[in-house]
């Protein structure tokens, strides 16, 4: 094995460790990303609407099913409105050209963009569970195993959404208009307005065919105890792997 394949790893490290300290150094997506889904979760939960037990929902409060719903807000947020500005202007600026000719190839920093959203997204969920459970008694989930799986398969969606939103747009400015395009149907499809629960059956059995629909559902399910419906669950493998694929063949590093 040569040295060159020996040392990989650390270019990798590096670069994942620079990346890190980037994202530390900008409020704005610390704000959206881990702040903004709790802060909104709290601000519902001080409506008294939120807090009583609806018969529609199973006895569940309105809240109770408002947890996962800013969860996949922060998925949302992470994959689709900052990762692909980070990358398009990456991209715009020369930098991915010139990672090309280092050691350090270009698909380190795509991959450690990638860590570093995904697990900005699982902080605000533990931020925004840990908030729900001791200031609004939400319950934690009850299927720990299922809710994990649904939220795992979540985070990949969304981050091959926000590759394919990279792939597509050469600059920042295209990159923030496809990501207001896509993000604000996502947080209708998440149930951010209406509860998927909620919905009419029709509008209903079509959102859960989107990826965020079915986290929505999945999430759902798992915290009452359920394991996630295959259905769901397959759904968001499905989106995972077809929006793989598609920002594979269209992502352009210059």
């Not at 704005?28 to 409506?47: D, E, K, Y």
């Not at 947080?187 to 629960?197: R, S």
């Amino acid at each position: 094995m040569s040295t060159a394949t020996l040392s990989t790893p650390r270019p990798r490290a590096a670069v994942l460790r620079t990346e890190v300290r980037l994202f530390r150094r900008e409020p704005g997506s610390i704000f959206w990303i881990l702040l903004f889904p709790t802060l909104l979760l709290v601000i519902l939960g001080s409506i008294p609407s939120f807090r009583r037990s609806q018969t529609s929902l199973g006895g569940l409060r309105l809240i109770d099913t408002y947890v996962p719903v800013v969860i996949l807000v922060a998925m949302i947020t992470a994959g689709v409105q900052v990762m692909p500005q980070v990358l398009t202007g990456y991209r715009e600026r020369g930098i991915l050209r010139r990672m090309s000719t280092t050691p350090v190839r270009p698909s380190a920093l795509l991959s450690a963009q990638m860590v570093v959203h995904g697990l900005a997204a699982l902080v605000a969920m533990l931020l925004a569970l840990a908030v729900g459970r001791l200031a609004l008694d939400v319950r934690l989930p009850r299927q720990p195993g299922g809710y994990l799986l649904a939220l795992l398969l979540a985070i990949l969606a969304a981050l091959a959404l926000g590759s394919v939103v990279s792939a597509v747009s050469r600059t920042t400015k295209i990159a923030g208009a496809v990501g207001s395009a896509v993000y604000f149907p996502m947080m209708f499809c998440a149930g951010v307005w209406v509860p998927v629960q909620s919905m009419p059956h029709t509008m209903g059995r079509i959102v859960e065919l989107t990826p965020f629909g079915a986290a929505a559902r999945a999430l759902g399910q798992a915290a009452a105890g359920d394991w996630p419906g295959w259905s769901h669950l397959g759904v968001l493998a499905a989106w995972t792997v077809l929006l793989s694929a598609a920002a594979s063949r269209w992502f352009r590093w210059e």
